[in-house]
């Protein structure tokens, strides 16, 4: 589904990503985890050329998207994002949320968008909150929106940055809850997190970066229990 070869970034002198090669699979849930500045933001958002790539390829469903005459518009529609502060439109409500990008780029009817809202917000368990706006939602709530207003354009791929990093410790769980049941219906994800526990139990592969080079990709057990590099080692030593 998604192939990385050889990327690079650089901020002006500054390298942060050093050549990561890896591949997801559809239907792989993959946790993205490395201490702070190493990279792993840079590299989802390369995902969706939400940054632009020094070097090396990233292919989606074998299309190149590092390649310049690659259509953005269409990477972005199938590969949907949710970030650590929802970046919800916060003057439109719910469902306005949810329709907006369907009626725009793909052109739905707004009923049809309404009816399409109206069946992601009872899977995140929002339904009744379709008409109020986002000021009157808890973290928790507005992060289950937007994880609802993603897959309203129907990605193929779903990138989440620290998603339940923002939340009180009591709204964690719900929204966690909501990717286990997205990560149970097949859905591709990369996820940038330090919920530990939801890696280990969700994800199948576990990616770690440091310094912006990719230090291991392993299955969540080699990963906590026998971690082959000495930083991914020293990481889960202070962490765990
Ligand atoms: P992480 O998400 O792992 O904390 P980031 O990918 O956000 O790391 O950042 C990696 C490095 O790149 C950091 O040193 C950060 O300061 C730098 N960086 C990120 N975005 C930019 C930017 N737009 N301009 C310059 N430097 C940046
Ligand atoms: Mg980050």
């Given at each position: 589904?998604?192939?990385?070869?050889?990327?690079?970034?650089?901020?002006?002198?500054?390298?942060?990503?050093k050549?990561?090669?890896?591949?997801?699979?559809?239907?792989?849930?993959?946790?993205?985890?490395?201490?702070?500045?190493?990279?792993?933001?840079?590299?989802?958002?390369?995902?969706?050329?939400?940054?632009?790539?020094?070097?090396?390829?990233?292919?989606?469903?074998?299309?190149?998207?590092?390649?310049?005459?690659?259509n953005?518009m269409?990477?972005?529609?199938?590969?949907?994002?949710?970030?650590?502060?929802?970046?919800?439109?916060?003057?439109?409500?719910?469902?306005?949320?949810?329709?907006?990008?369907?009626?725009?780029?793909?052109?739905?009817?707004?009923?049809?968008?309404?009816?399409?809202?109206?069946?992601?917000?009872?899977?995140?368990?929002?339904?009744?909150?379709?008409?109020?706006?986002?000021?009157?939602?808890?973290?928790?709530?507005?992060?289950?929106?937007?994880?609802?207003?993603?897959?309203?354009?129907?990605p193929?791929?779903?990138?989440?940055?620290?998603?339940?990093?923002?939340?009180?410790?009591?709204?964690?769980?719900?929204?966690?809850?909501?990717?286990?049941?997205?990560?149970?219906?097949?859905?591709?994800?990369?996820?940038?997190?330090?919920?530990m526990?939801?890696?280990?139990?969700?994800?199948?592969?576990?990616?770690?970066?440091?310094?912006?080079?990719?230090?291991?990709?392993?299955?969540?057990?080699?990963?906590?229990?026998?971690?082959?590099?000495q930083?991914?080692?020293?990481?889960?030593?202070?962490?765990?």
């Open positions: 589904m998604i192939k990385v070869e050889g990327l690079t970034k650089h901020f002006g002198k500054l390298e942060v990503l050549g990561i090669s890896t591949t997801i699979h559809e239907g792989e849930v993959v946790a993205i985890i490395g201490p702070s500045g190493s990279g792993k933001s840079t590299f989802l958002r390369c995902l969706n050329l939400l940054e632009e790539p020094t070097g090396g390829h990233i292919y989606i469903d074998g299309v190149d998207i590092t390649n310049k005459k690659t953005i269409k990477i972005r529609q199938n590969v949907g994002m949710v970030f650590q502060h929802f970046h919800l439109f916060p003057h439109k409500t719910v469902m306005e949320n949810l329709t907006y990008a369907p009626m725009k780029v793909k052109r739905m009817s707004k009923q049809d968008a309404e009816k399409k809202g109206m069946a992601l917000l009872e899977k995140v368990g929002l339904a009744e909150k379709a008409n109020v706006y986002p000021t009157r939602l808890s973290g928790g709530q507005k992060q289950r929106v937007a994880i609802a207003r993603a897959l309203a354009m129907e193929q791929v779903m990138l989440f940055d620290e998603p339940t990093s923002a939340l009180d410790p009591e709204m964690v769980k719900e929204v966690l809850d909501v990717m286990k049941t997205l990560a149970q219906s097949g859905m591709t994800m990369a996820i940038v997190t330090h919920e526990g939801f890696a280990k139990e969700v994800a199948d592969r576990v990616l770690f970066l440091e310094g912006g080079v990719l230090a291991e990709d392993a299955s969540p057990d080699e990963f906590f229990s026998n971690p082959k590099s930083r991914a080692k020293d990481f889960l030593e202070k962490i765990l």
